[in-house]
């Protein structure tokens, strides 16, 4: 019944027939639309790209030589933002640390086989994005690694830490890379403060047309933080 977000969801979508327009599915659209803008776009590697020289150290050069030379990082985190759209199963624990509430069913724990019931795809799960990790400490799709430098020593050593994922399902990208210590901190390095964009706080909205706080737009969370 909010007349400021009916008024934006008619210039939206002034196509869509009124009775279809304010429902669920459309909203839906809407987050999606404004949530594939929320992207980081100004790490000093995308500045370096759009032609600042200055924008990376000469670590972090060294790091990128490597994510797209003898780390082969590339071969599945690519395009812009990073990631991709393969599955890849890397033998990483599942989840289930003390912090986990609740128990983990067997179709979330075999991910991607938990979704097609293909035993060939259990336990593969979709290539992240590598931006903004640095301040991420739990990593993997089971949270089993605290840093970003533990993912990079797990892949350049590539063995398995979960027994229960099958040796024939591993991806043919998990391989023994040899790389050395240094070039381990190099690449660390490249991927923590290269690819960090600091300033996602642009994204943040002034005010919401309900009045309530940002990002936990509920009554509660505006009389206990005083906002808006």
């Known amino acids: 019944n909010n007349e400021t977000y ?9 196509n869509i027939p009124i009775e279809e327009r304010y429902t669920k599915l459309y909203g839906a659209l809407a987050i999606a639309a404004y949530e594939r803008t929320v992207v980081a776009s100004e790490a000093p590697f995308q500045k370096w790209l759009q032609g600042e020289d200055g924008a990376l150290t000469e670590t972090e050069k060294q790091g990128a030589i490597l994510f ?9 985190h690519s395009g812009p933002a990073l990631s991709g759209m393969e599955f890849h199963a890397l033998g990483m624990n599942d989840l289930g640390s003390s912090e986990v509430h609740g128990s983990i069913d067997e179709a979330t724990k075999k991910g991607r086989g938990g979704f097609t019931k293909n035993p060939e795809d259990d336990y593969a799960f979709k290539t992240p994005t ?5 301040d991420v400490h ?29 040796l024939s399902n591993i991806s043919s990208q998990f391989k023994p890379l040899g ?27 002034e005010s919401l047309p309900t009045g309530q706080c940002f990002p ?7 009389e206990d933080t005083g906002c808006n």
């Open 6 to 14: 009916k008024a934006l969801f008619d210039e939206a979508y002034p």
């Open 68 to 76: 797209f030379g003898k780390g082969k990082c590339y071969m599945c």
């Open 130 to 134: 590598l931006y903004n990790l640095k």
């Open 138 to 166: 739990f990593l993997g799709h089971g949270g089993s690694f605290t840093s970003v430098k533990e993912i990079i020593i797990y892949k350049n050593n590539a063995i398995i830490e979960n027994n229960e994922v099958v």
């Open 179 to 205: 790389l050395t210590d240094i070039e381990i901190n190099q690449l660390t390095v490249f991927v923590e403060n290269a690819l960090y964009d600091d300033n996602l706080e642009r994204y943040v909205p």
């Open 216 to 222: 936990n737009a509920d009554a509660q969370a505006k």
